[in-house]
């Protein structure tokens, strides 16, 4: 028979390890404000946040007019190619094309002739590809079938499908006044496509204004006709890939360059001890989620004699860390990567600048973590954690719907309307007339063949208005709207986890006992989308 003393003491330890848990669960669950009043702890998570939101902000402004400055150079430099190397170019026109074979053997020639006299043309710094001392020579690639012989007149053709492929090269010699006109044998009976490659190299100079060092470009220029149509139009085009290195070798007299450099490393390397800081402090707070976490699953297992639900997880794991500790991952690799492009170490400009873009966004959404402490504030949270479930299966529903009639425009309409020419201009096409846009362009654009197109045309278009434009997003506004005015009216249910907290006798000081109801954090983990 068991000592009631005994007994009567391990009750009393139960008792006091049941009370400690539920005092560690009240100070993790309260809001940075409340446990400053309560136990005198400081808000440092907020604090680095918000000076995280400053810094990063700066530094994404100052990256993104250095990164404008390179996007400027490269468009710039692509529509001084169109107008060096293609005949007679208009910036206005949004298709060039040319008919006739002359026209032709003219663009070919004119491109080829331009490029073996550039340096004695261009305006600007662009040289020819030297590689060992030698200059890049301009290849010219034609593509055509291996056998064409097509009669319209009789309505007979035999043809070999098998397309072939024949490329030679034309080197630069100097001097580059009156180079040798070369000597061109197309079949334009069986042409398909003409390309003509050529590579130049120039420098970046503007960014030397402002104190910045300058890169070195290398443009592959490619030059096409393409005739794989075989309609009579051929359509010529000028694409240009941009590789952007380390110059190897620069003097800039007179310039802060050095002392810029420095202030930027300095900051960037700020920007990097700041996230780092708060990463440290985000793990931290999942690791003491964690043990609080299997604490509770023990007492759970324990009294209830049961598992913890998902939504209980989840109140523990809480997102925002995870969001933050994302965000702060991002910002610290992109700043890094920053680093190494101002010291001409890499010139990842692309991949910099989407780590810390999404950096960026994430870093400013994460302050609805601190808004979501406060009743007022947190409505738009609430509203969108209730609605998702709703809004993405009403959203299954109406995507169904919306690719019906995506494949139906596109097999219909698509030989009747540019709009609808492919399936992926139908779906921007569809999504624009949804939003308003393009209703009008769209019956104007349509060529009227036959009074079954123009029929069914107006069919589409109308019942396609009338369902996504009034029905599927009026109902869309719906589900949001009621979700919203249903938060406003009712209470907040609390979980179980706030029920076992509430329910502690002595759990936190005095003072944190006696919160107003809208400042109160009960079921401040928001993430938790489970309902009782």
Partial sequence: MSDPESADGRSDLESRALEELRRKLKFFFMSPCEKNRSGGRRA???????????IITIQLILFGLSNERMVRFTEENLVTFKHLFLKDFQHRNNVYSIYTERQVNHHIHHAIMRYLTLQNVTVGNHV???????????????????????????ETFSIDPQVEKECFQIHPVQPFNQPTPPNLTLDLKRLLSVNIYLNLKAIN????RFDEFPDCYKFHI?????????????????SSEVQISVCKDFNISGSNAVSHLMLVVAFDSLVILTCLLSLTLCIGSLRTGVQLLSEYSRYVSAHCGR?????????????WHVFTIISDTLTITGSALKICIHSKELVSYRFCSTLLGTGTVLVWMGVLRYLGFFQKYNILILTLQAALPSVIRFSLCAVLIYLSYCFCGWIVLGPHHENFRSFNRVVYCLFSMINGDEV????????????????????????????????????????ITDTYHTIRQDSVVMSEVEVFIVNS???APRETDD????DDPVGCSTLCCCSH
């Avoid at 100079?205 to 030397?208: G, K, S």
């Avoid at 598992?307 to 209980?312: D, H, Q, T």
Wanted: charged content about 20%; hydrophobic content about 45%.
């Fill in 44 to 54: 440092w998570k907020l604090t680095i946040h918000i000076l995280k939101i400053t």
């Fill in 128 to 154: 020819i590809e030297k590689i060992g001392g030698v200059f890049t020579p301009l290849s010219l690639c034609q593509e055509f079938y291996r056998h064409d012989n097509i009669s319209p007149s009789t």
């Fill in 205 to 208: 100079l503007q960014t030397v």
């Fill in 222 to 238: 490619t030059v096409e006709l393409d005739n794989r149509a075989r309609s009579g139009r051929v359509k010529v085009s000028l």
């Fill in 307 to 319: 598992s913890l639900r998902w939504c209980e997880w989840v109140e523990f794991i809480k997102g």
């Fill in 440 to 479: 009008y362009s769209t019956f104007r654009k349509l060529r009227e063949w036959s009074w079954v197109v123009w029929l069914f045309s107006r069919i589409y278009i109308y019942t396609f208005i009338s369902i996504f434009t009034y029905m599927v997003l009026s109902l869309f506004i719906a589900i």
């Fill in 505 to 507: 006798r002595n759990a």
């Fill in 515 to 518: 919160l107003e109801k809208e």
